[in-house]
């Protein structure tokens, strides 16, 4: 990432960016161009074709002062990202990494932020079909549309203390086995639920929903209820 100086008083007033170690302004779109800029550049001199490079290491910013909370608002420096094209270019160079660790990440900088829970929230559903051939799609906060299945599974996770279930949807792999994932809200989550339907799993009746030929349990049905 690289600094955009012209920025500068803009995102400081109104917290709409991050900052380097430097406190300049990054912008990952930027650096995205100059990156590819230059790669044209170098594979075009004389007609020769380019050497490979090495791969090159984003320079560590340490911590930004970025928080992303449940219900899935980024926050900087403690006030509220409102304009939506920012947060959607920033969750873009978003990573999680295989200690559960979250940054912002583009190929010249990366910076660790807070996230609360998932980054993301999904907030509306729509469905074709019935039983297998049943496909279950779902837009997030960010308006990224996913659909459920292999590549997209649904999960439900529970509260240790008061059992109450909290489900997620993958959205993409992170760089080990935590993926970025999208919190599916209440009002989405009763929708599911209404297309749930029992089947055994093993010796066990559960409750779940059926996306691309994938049964996805969302919990344990009682013993003696249909």
């Known amino acids: 990432?690289?600094?955009?100086?012209?920025?500068?008083?803009?995102?400081?007033?109104?917290?709409?960016?991050?900052?380097?170690?430097?406190?300049?302004?990054?912008?990952?779109?930027?650096?995205?161009?100059?990156?590819?800029?230059?790669?044209?550049?170098?594979?075009?001199?004389?007609?020769?074709?380019?050497?490979?490079?090495?791969?090159?290491?984003?320079?560590?910013?340490?911590?930004?002062?970025?928080?992303?909370?449940?219900?899935?608002?980024?926050?900087?420096?403690?006030?509220?990202?409102?304009?939506?094209?920012?947060?959607?270019?920033?969750?873009?160079?978003?990573?999680?990494?295989?200690?559960?660790?979250?940054?912002?990440?583009?190929?010249?900088e990366r910076g660790r932020i807070q996230v609360e829970d998932a980054p993301f929230v999904a907030v509306e559903m729509d469905w074709t079909g019935d039983g297998p051939q049943q496909i279950l799609s779902f837009r997030t906060n960010i308006d990224q549309v996913v659909t459920a299945g292999p590549d997209h599974p649904i999960r439900v996770s529970h509260d240790i203390i008061t059992c109450e279930p909290t489900p997620y949807i993958r959205l993409r792999g992170g760089a080990g086995i935590k993926a970025v994932e999208a919190r599916i809200n209440r009002a989405t989550y009763y929708e599911l639920i209404a297309l749930a339907v029992p089947r055994w799993i093993g010796s066990t009746r559960m409750l779940g929903v059926w996306s691309q030929g994938v049964f996805f349990p969302l919990g344990e049905l009682p013993p003696g209820e249909a």
């Open 1 to 108: 990432m690289l600094p955009i100086s012209q920025r500068r008083e803009e995102l400081a007033s109104t917290g709409d960016g991050y900052v380097n170690g430097n406190g300049a302004p990054l912008n990952p779109a930027a650096a995205k161009r100059a990156e590819s800029s230059a790669d044209r550049a170098r594979s075009g001199c004389s007609g020769h074709v380019a050497a490979p490079r090495p791969k090159r290491v984003p320079t560590e910013c340490g911590d930004l002062p970025f928080l992303i909370k449940r219900d899935g608002t980024w926050l900087y420096r403690g006030s509220p990202i409102h304009r939506k094209e920012l947060v959607c270019l920033f969750a873009s160079v978003l990573r999680r990494e295989d200690d559960g660790s979250w940054w912002l990440q583009t190929p010249a």
